[in-house]
């Protein structure tokens, strides 16, 4: 064996990465490609290595729901006692569909201020002396938000769990919410916003997103205006609306049961009532509303590559091709040996790597498709992402494809839910999107069951050509008069004209 065949043979085992489950709970999955340098060429089987083993079983462990008080708050048990830790997470069904108008990324704003300050038996703790606080649980006080969801995580040894629950319940009733802190949390969201619009990629998903969803409430990204335009009073207007017993959920996983759960947190809940106020108003889930032209062009002039992405409606949470959606999601961007990576990578040597994700809510959702590439090359990457995705449509997969691409999914379902932290994440996404928990438990049987021709048939339906939007980023001068070519109707705007507070990227 020569050394090229050999480099490329490492390479192509163990180093992809199959696309993931977050689309169960309506949150964006990433499908990366595998690393290593473009253009070795796919590599022959070989005598010397062993034959794949058996698929390994999908282990869900039971999991327990009931509600702490008359109204709530909601707790998830799932009992795994082969560690003594417990992973934490309290979550909040609010996530940024609930900013307020022209205040985009006010629910990121607010995660990451609930562990700048809280009250503790009745005296105020700053946010270095609740770090401290976890530190000594041998944790760490993790935060987030998402679509439909803010939550605050932490795991310990089981022996502190009673403590480590103690501290996240403060910080998830009685925050401080300070000034001062909030200056500094804006100050490193405006720093990591403003990196994003400088890199070809992150701006391009920011687009996209924009863009695809259109007025639809999922299309709202943060703007260096909108973070601007988030004040103390925002921030303590969403916490007094949105976190109620009725709208929390405390999910544990791993060395603990339910009936010393239930022990350990009605005493923290107890007394916690529904405020008067009436019901929080939820703004209605609404599918991809598209309202510019289906080629976008945006010129990033110092950009040192160009990002290239394909997008394609997407089937709803809750709809009965949902599977096939996700396998053929799997099939064009799932992995090393995917479509679009065999196309753009392996066979042409144009990226270090081609993948997709979907991103699926309950009324709708989103296929994107993306790689990296010089820009010289753009235009021919785009249409050879074009073709790929198209191309289950016309060439379904053959047995041996659609085997590896199941086996994939299946497994990054298991590896992530082989640790307590996984499974929390899992479960609470779930709670979080309004799916039942027992979704967990049919996934790999739902994906077992789709064949060839329920992808072939969900591409024909879903993605006709005429449904598919490419968008370009980077310095569009360097990708020269093939790109022009590509769609006479394109649309091209400059990067530091655009407004993404608009669908139309206008005012």
């Not at 799932?78 to 108008?101: F, K, N, Q, Y």
């Not at 961007?333 to 679009?340: E, H, I, K, N, Q």
């Not at 074009?386 to 590896?415: D, F, K, Q």
């Amino acid at each position: 064996m020569d050394r090229r065949a050999c480099l490329a043979r490492l390479w192509g085992h163990g180093l992809a990465v199959p696309l993931g489950l977050t689309g169960l709970a309506g949150c964006a999955t990433v499908v990366r490609a595998g690393g290593g340098p473009p253009g070795l060429g796919e590599p022959d089987p070989s005598p010397l290595l062993p034959p794949p083993g058996e698929p390994v079983p999908v282990h869900v462990p039971e999991v327990e729901q009931e509600l702490l008080g008359e109204v709530g708050p909601t707790l998830i048990v799932a009992e795994r006692r082969d560690l003594p830790l417990v992973s934490i997470a309290l979550r909040v069904r609010c996530g940024s569909a609930a900013d307020p108008p022209g205040r985009s990324g006010c629910a990121l704003l607010l995660s990451q201020m609930l562990a700048r300050g809280a009250m503790r038996q009745g005296r105020p703790v700053d946010g270095a002396t609740l770090a401290r606080q976890a530190e000594a649980l041998g944790g760490s006080i993790g935060t987030g938000a998402q679509d439909s969801q803010i939550w605050l995580d932490m795991t310990v040894m089981t022996p502190l769990l009673p403590q480590a629950l103690a501290l996240l319940v403060d910080l998830l009733r009685r925050p401080l919410l300070p000034a001062a802190e909030l200056q500094q949390v804006r100050a490193q969201a405006l720093d990591g916003l403003g990196l994003r619009l400088q890199d070809p990629a992150l701006l391009a998903a920011l687009v996209a997103r924009r863009t695809v969803w259109g007025r639809s409430l999922h299309g709202a990204v943060p703007t260096p205006e909108s973070l601007s335009a988030v004040r103390r009073e925002d921030l303590l207007t969403m916490h007094r609306r949105w976190f109620r017993p009725d709208r929390v959920a405390v999910v544990l996983t791993g060395d603990i049961d339910l009936a010393a759960a239930r022990a350990l947190l009605r005493p923290m809940f107890a007394g916690w009532r529904i405020a008067d106020a009436p019901m929080p108003h939820e703004m209605p889930s609404a599918p991809p509303q598209p309202l510019l032209p289906a080629t976008l062009l945006v010129d990033l002039p110092r950009a040192a590559q160009t990002a290239v992405l394909v997008c394609a409606p997407h089937v709803a949470l809750d709809a009965p091709d949902r599977r096939a959606g996700q396998m053929a999601a799997t099939v064009i961007g799932g992995g090393y040996s995917a479509r679009l990576n065999q196309a753009v990578r392996i066979r042409r040597g144009l990226s270090y790597g081609a993948d997709a994700r979907i991103e699926q809510q309950r009324a709708g959702g989103l296929f994107i498709a993306q790689a990296r590439t010089a820009s010289r090359h753009a235009a021919e990457v785009a249409q050879l992402m074009r073709e790929r995705v198209l191309s289950p449509g016309r060439e379904p997969p053959t047995p041996e494809e659609l085997a590896a691409r199941r086996a994939a999914l299946i497994g990054s379902l298991a590896r992530r839910l082989d640790t307590d932290e996984g499974l929390n994440a899992r479960l609470g996404e779930l709670w979080a999107q309004g799916i039942g928990l027992g979704e967990l438990s049919c996934f790999a049987a739902g994906i077992a069951g789709v064949e060839s021709m329920d992808v072939q048939r969900f591409v024909q339906r879903h993605w006709p050509a005429a449904a598919l939007r490419t968008l370009v980023v980077g310095p569009l001068d360097a990708a020269g008069p093939a790109l022009a070519a590509l769609d006479p109707k394109a649309l091209r705007l400059a990067a530091a004209d655009l407004v993404l507070d608009s669908p139309v990227l206008r005012r």
